[in-house]
């Protein structure tokens, strides 16, 4: 069993910036592969990036490249996601997941999931 807490989100101006955290329980963090999703009113969650359990490898949606950076710190089983140029589009429900492999976009393929942190992009 793992549980995740995200935490960072809150209304940033557009061009702003934020950084997310998600901190997990569990001596096993490490062997996870993480990935970010996000989900704005009346759409349906869509992945924003992910990280394999080292974090050598990342990999990202084509909407947030470039802005966006995905990251973690092992020793303290935490998973960041530092978000740069933000946009009124990017407004939704943020949530970090556990991964069943490196690679992976649909969120049916990640299991464990955070409670959400709402972030909000003011035009």
Do not use: H
């Amino acid at each position: 069993q793992v549980q995740l807490v995200e935490s960072g989100g809150g209304l940033v101006q557009a061009g702003g910036s934020l950084r997310l955290s998600c901190a997990a329980s569990g001596r096993t963090f490490s062997t996870y592969t993480m990935g970010w999703f996000r989900q704005a009113p009346g759409k349906e969650r869509e992945f924003v990036a992910g990280i394999n359990w080292s974090g050598a490898n990342t990999y990202y949606a084509d909407s947030v490249k470039g802005r966006f950076t995905i990251s973690r710190d092992n020793a303290e089983n935490t998973v960041y996601l530092q978000m740069n140029s933000l946009k009124p589009e990017d407004t939704a429900v943020y949530y970090c997941a556990v991964g069943n492999y490196y690679g992976a976009r649909k969120s049916t393929l990640y299991d464990y999931w955070g409670q959400g942190t709402q972030v909000t992009i003011s035009s």
